[in-house]
């Protein structure tokens, strides 16, 4: 389950956990393009979810901060979104394999920001092989709050905290895979990730 | 060219500072100044992530994000890098305070 601190994926995990799945939670870390908080709010959900559901859902924290400057550095500012998406996709997959699990999960609702446009999805989840479930994919903002307030993890991801600084000015909401492919073989996709999850922490 | 007050960005995380008309800048030179004065930088090419007391952005654009909530921590590394960068002013009266939302100012 990627984690980013926001609203919907502790409503995502929620669901996933009451439906009985075991779930591994994944957070790709984004400093230095954010800062401490949203870590701190994974936590502060995972508490309230581990507290609701009495087991333990096991987290890996994994640096992110460092493949967005590669990407930064040697690709097309305008693809910024959907190119982060697809190594956060990467990670989190090298993670599931090493946990044994079966598929990914998010938060991700339709159309709600730039990397949740259904080309982008598209195209960012090209990059793994795992089936990907989004149990709130069809849910406006408003119903993802209701259920976030009932089940308290709301006023945790509500608290101050610094917003994505990698995000480019004006970040594409359509992409093309081969135009994606093109930029990214200006990099060593398995040396970063390689990088990245060999760097991972569990909590 | 100006920039604007110094301003909680939306996240309420931080102070964030937008030239207007948006520049255009040489990041490299002034990466290298501030590594001569011995402040830590990361050049991401489009981006400077420094390290000054608070860590702080520069954006090719002109845009400053420093990582503090404290208006008049930001705005003295704003004039630290303005001094460094050779950044326009920022335009509201000296001492101003800038707008923060009411339920962040203590009771």
Redesign the interface.
């Given at each position: 389950m990627l984690m980013s601190g926001g609203i919907d994926s502790p409503v995502s995990l929620y669901y996933l956990l009451r439906q009985g799945h075991d779930m591994v939670a994944v957070h790709l870390d984004n400093r230095p393009f954010t800062d401490d908080s949203p870590l701190e709010k994974i936590v502060d959900h995972l508490t309230v979810l581990n507290g609701r559901f009495g087991r333990k859902t096991p987290l890996y924290v994994l640096p992110h901060g460092p493949t967005q400057i590669t990407l930064m550095r040697n690709t097309d500012r305008h693809f910024g979104c959907v190119m982060c998406r697809r190594f956060m996709w990467r990670s989190a997959e090298k993670i599931a394999e090493r946990e044994g699990a079966t598929f990914l999960a998010t938060g991700e609702s339709l159309g709600q920001v730039a990397s949740q446009t259904l080309s982008n999805m598209r195209t960012a989840t090209a990059s793994v092989q795992l089936p990907i479930v989004r149990p709130l994919i069809g849910l406006d903002k408003q119903e993802i709050e209701a259920v976030a307030k009932s089940i308290g993890t709301y006023e945790i991801s509500t608290r101050p905290g610094l917003c994505c600084q990698a995000v480019p000015d004006r970040p594409a909401t359509k992409s093309n895979l081969l135009q994606i492919l093109r930029e990214e073989e200006r990099i060593d996709v398995d040396a970063v990730i390689d990088d990245c999850v060999r760097r991972a922490v569990v909590m | 060219m100006t920039y604007s007050t110094l301003k909680l960005?939306?996240?309420?995380?931080?102070f964030e500072a937008t030239p207007w008309p948006r520049l255009q800048l040489d990041l490299a030179p002034i990466a290298a100044t501030l590594v001569a004065k011995g402040v830590p930088v990361?050049d991401?090419?489009?981006?400077l992530?420094i390290g000054f007391a608070r860590?702080t952005?520069l954006s090719q654009?002109g845009r400053v994000?420093i990582?503090t909530?404290d208006v008049e921590e930001a705005r003295r590394i704003f004039e630290e890098l303005r001094g460094v960068a050779g950044l326009p002013e920022i335009t509201d009266a000296p001492g101003a305070a800038p707008r923060i939302p009411e339920r962040?100012i203590p009771p």
């Open positions: - | 960005c939306s996240g309420r995380g931080a990361t991401a090419r489009v981006m992530i860590e952005t654009d994000l990582k909530q962040l």
